[in-house]
């Protein structure tokens, strides 16, 4: 049986995946091992790093900064490992300063160069296979939201109509969220002024209004299937000829997807 959410420095963990992930990482707070954290971009392999060690992070693509950090800390966490530009110099200053590495990549790196460096490895795997993990991070996000922008939390605020976006993972679950939360912010004013603004560099064609109808139409009519659920219901509602709404659920199918 799966536990319940636990957050540990705003590591988020219900799935399965997540929870072994995070028994390893409890794990090598207790032993000082080198470790190697792979997943894609996203998924929370940094956060996971620092739940281990509050240790200085410093990224790959700067070897200079690296090699000087080696010498004055006893543990760093190291981003994008796969970018190490010469592993024979950096493996002789981890052993004369018996500096431990805590390393993050999002890209496989071989398997001599990981069994070189590393004791032990932990695999996060993408949100899109970890499903149980998904509202408690979009739960997190709407709370990072709040205390961002200083609203009331909460206040006609659902998650429940966000469709999670989950192409990058954590990035672009916490946009989704964010965005959702901005818009259920916005008044007529608000609307308005976006409106006023996208269209500000749209125009100087010789059918704008008509090419641009479509701005209105579309979420008028994604808008009233939501609410009234059928063409018909739609249609006496808006105050429209059935022909009429026909048409323009016809000619703006690729955009409405709907049946």
Request: net charge neutral; aromatic share 8%; hydrophobic share 40%.
């Given at each position: 049986?799966?536990?319940?959410?636990?957050?540990?420095?705003?590591?988020?963990?219900?799935?399965?995946?997540?929870?072994?992930?995070?028994?390893?990482?409890?794990?090598?707070?207790?032993?000082?091992?080198?470790?190697?954290?792979?997943?894609e971009s996203g998924?929370?392999?940094?956060?996971?790093?620092?739940?281990?060690?509050?240790?200085?992070?410093?990224?790959?693509?700067?070897?200079?900064?690296?090699?000087?950090?080696?010498?004055?800390?006893?543990?760093?966490?190291?981003k994008n490992f796969?970018?190490?530009?010469?592993?024979?110099?950096?493996?002789?200053?981890?052993?004369?300063?018996?500096?431990?590495?805590?390393?993050?990549?999002?890209?496989?790196?071989?398997?001599?160069?990981?069994?070189?460096?590393?004791?032990?490895?932990?695999?996060?795997?993408?949100?899109?296979?970890?499903?149980?993990?998904?509202?408690?991070?979009?739960?997190?996000?709407?709370?990072?939201?709040?205390?961002?922008?200083?609203?009331?939390?909460?206040?006609?605020?659902?998650?429940?109509?966000?469709?999670?976006?989950?192409?990058?993972?954590?990035?672009?679950?916490?946009?989704?969220?964010?965005?959702?939360?901005?818009?259920?912010?916005?008044?007529?004013?608000?609307?308005?002024?976006?409106m006023e603004n996208?269209?500000?560099?749209?125009?100087?064609?010789?059918?704008?209004?008509?090419?641009?109808?479509?701005?209105?139409?579309?979420?008028?009519?994604?808008?009233?299937?939501?609410?009234?659920?059928?063409?018909?219901?739609?249609?006496?509602?808006?105050?429209?000829?059935?022909?009429?709404?026909?048409?323009?659920?016809?000619?703006?199918?690729?955009?409405?997807?709907?049946?």
């Amino acid at each position: 049986m799966v536990a319940d959410v636990v957050d540990h420095t705003n590591y988020i963990a219900k799935s399965r995946a997540s929870i072994e992930a995070l028994k390893s990482a409890n794990l090598l707070k207790t032993v000082s091992i080198n470790a190697l954290i792979l997943g894609e971009s996203g998924v929370g392999k940094l956060t996971l790093a620092r739940h281990i060690s509050t240790a200085p992070v410093v990224d790959a693509t700067s070897m200079n900064d690296l090699l000087a950090l080696i010498e004055t800390n006893d543990t760093l966490i190291v981003k994008n490992f796969h970018k190490i530009t010469n592993y024979k110099k950096l493996k002789i200053a981890l052993d004369v300063y018996k500096t431990r590495l805590i390393a993050t990549s999002h890209i496989s790196i071989n398997d001599n160069i990981v069994d070189e460096f590393f004791s032990l490895k932990i695999v996060i795997p993408p949100l899109r296979e970890r499903k149980e993990d998904i509202l408690a991070l979009m739960e997190k996000f709407a709370h990072e939201a709040y205390l961002m922008f200083d609203d009331t939390e909460g206040e006609t605020f659902s998650l429940e109509s966000i469709v999670p976006d989950l192409t990058k993972n954590c990035y672009s679950l916490r946009r989704s969220v964010y965005n959702a939360y901005l818009m259920n912010s916005f008044g007529e004013e608000e609307i308005l002024t976006m409106m006023e603004n996208f269209l500000l560099h749209r125009i100087g064609g010789r059918n704008d209004y008509r090419d641009l109808l479509y701005l209105f139409d579309v979420p008028m009519i994604k808008s009233g299937y939501r609410k009234f659920g059928s063409q018909l219901a739609i249609s006496e509602k808006f105050g429209l000829n059935r022909n009429t709404l026909r048409k323009k659920i016809n000619d703006y199918k690729d955009r409405l997807s709907i049946d």
